[in-house]
């Protein structure tokens, strides 16, 4: 039973801390642009691909 009353109100503040970190997240806005990301990867660069004569050039 004593274990009880330490653990219950523990407990609660985990969950309004928790609860708390989440509106702060939800207001600071984490949450405005979820579709964003899986797209983004579709919009980048294509990498440089040195030009053939640059290869075959003799280095000196």
């Given at each position: 039973?004593?274990?009880?009353?330490?653990?219950?109100?523990?407990?609660?503040?985990?969950?309004?801390?928790?609860?708390?970190?989440?509106?702060?997240?939800?207001?600071?806005?984490?949450?405005?642009?979820?579709?964003?990301?899986?797209?983004?990867?579709?919009?980048?660069?294509?990498?440089?691909?040195p030009d053939q004569?640059?290869?075959k050039a003799p280095?000196?």
């Amino acid at each position: 039973m004593n274990a009880l009353y330490m653990t219950i109100p523990l407990a609660l503040i985990i969950a309004f801390g928790s609860f708390f970190v989440f509106l702060w997240s939800y207001k600071s806005g984490q949450y405005e642009d979820i579709e964003g990301p899986k797209y983004r990867m579709l919009f980048d660069d294509e990498p440089t691909v040195p030009d053939q004569a640059e290869k075959k050039a003799p280095k000196k």
